[in-house]
């Protein structure tokens, strides 16, 4: 039973008859902002797998497990090996995405150490380094 305390009388409280049209609007924008906010929770979650590739094409098996690439979706990864120049990440099997650096610079070489965890968010067309070794 919906009530309304700060709008009813005493004699309005268990009839659900009362709630107006104002009121059932407002509950569709509250469920509505609801589901926003898990839609939005469910693309922020963060992904862990240590790297099984070859230098500079990282190969992580994450968990949990990715369904697609999402725009603001966050990748932890232990480096297996160094990187030599620009890299790229394929996160279990979803495809090859470069990584970069401040948006859109190329790595240079040892921005990414051997055993080095690295923390990459994905912007839509490229994962983004957040913790390059400075170079």
Partial sequence: ???????????????????????????????????????????????????????DSYVITASPIPSSYTTGMMIVFKANTANTTGCTINVNGLGVVNIVKRVSTTLATGDILAQMFCWLVYNGTAFVILNPIIN
Avoid: H, Q, W
Avoid at 43 to 54: E, L, M, P, T
């Fill in 1 to 55: 039973m919906f009530v309304f305390a700060d709008t009813c009388s005493k004699s309005e409280y268990r009839s659900i008859s009362y709630i107006l049209p104002s009121k059932i609007a407002g509950l569709a924008t509250l469920l509505n902002a609801k589901a926003t906010v898990t839609a939005l929770n469910t693309k922020s979650s963060i992904y862990f797998g240590s790297d099984a590739g070859a230098s």
